[in-house]
């Protein structure tokens, strides 16, 4: 059974870190590349950075290069977004997507305070 269970979220202050992560199970991790989205209150869900087979990271938008990256340990089945420097307005739930195959996690609040 495929499964993408995502941790890490909480409650931190305006400037401050946070590491997600996301373990990963059903499937060998070694050929997916799993992305990191995002969606926050009344948005749509967006892309953040993605990590592919080859452990190449994309960061998507300029308002997160510099601030956030991916990474990823096959052999721990386990793939983390680090997110430096968190804004209030980075204050959604993170998910992760595999693909192949294509799934979803069910999602970690982060919510960033003034």
């Known amino acids: 059974q495929v499964e993408l269970v995502e941790s890490g979220g909480g409650l931190v202050q305006s400037g401050g870190s946070l590491r997600l992560s996301c373990v990963v199970s059903?499937?060998?991790?070694?050929?997916?590349?799993i992305t990191w989205f995002r969606q926050a209150p009344g948005k749509e869900r967006e892309g953040v950075a993605c990590?592919?087979?080859?452990?190449?990271?994309?960061v998507y938008t300029d308002s997160y290069r510099g601030r956030f990256t991916a990474s990823r340990d096959n052999a721990k089945n386990m793939v983390y977004l680090q997110m430096n420097s968190l804004k209030p307005e980075d204050t959604a739930v993170y998910y992760c997507?595999?693909?192949?195959?294509?799934?979803w996690g069910q999602g970690t609040q982060v919510t960033v305070s003034a």
């Open positions: 059903g499937f060998t991790l070694d050929f997916s590349t």
């Open positions: 997507k595999a693909a192949p195959p294509n799934y």
């Open positions: 990590v592919d087979r080859t452990n190449t990271v994309t």
